[in-house]
């Protein structure tokens, strides 16, 4: 993890002050559904963003293809015409 990343954690107190505010907010009936979709929300976050990631990649490959055969026909040398001009 990066350092700025860590340097944002909250520390153990104050996620303890975060958890009593959330609780009063929402009431102890309402944490479990809080919970489930907060958990649902990440799922779905990591889902998009492994298929965004996996879209790049593939369009990195594509381009990368693309390139080689590109480099690959302009290496092929043209046709010699054999014919003679001499007239």
């Known amino acids: 993890m990066s350092t700025l990343f860590l340097a944002m954690m909250p520390s153990g107190q104050?996620?303890?002050?975060?958890?009593i505010i959330i609780?009063?907010?929402?009431?102890?009936?309402?944490?479990p559904e809080l919970a489930r979709g907060v958990g649902k929300s990440m799922g779905e976050f990591k889902k998009a963003?492994?298929?965004f990631e996996r879209e790049i990649t593939r369009t990195e490959d594509e381009v990368v293809?693309?390139?080689?055969?590109?480099e690959k026909s302009a290496?092929?040398?043209?046709?010699?015409?054999n014919e003679s001009h001499d007239a």
């Open 49 to 51: 963003r492994e298929d």
């Open 14 to 19: 104050e996620m303890i002050w975060i958890f």
């Open 23 to 31: 609780l009063l907010l929402f009431g102890a009936k309402k944490l």
């Open 75 to 81: 290496r092929v040398k043209p046709a010699t015409n």
């Open 65 to 70: 293809r693309d390139k080689q055969a590109a």
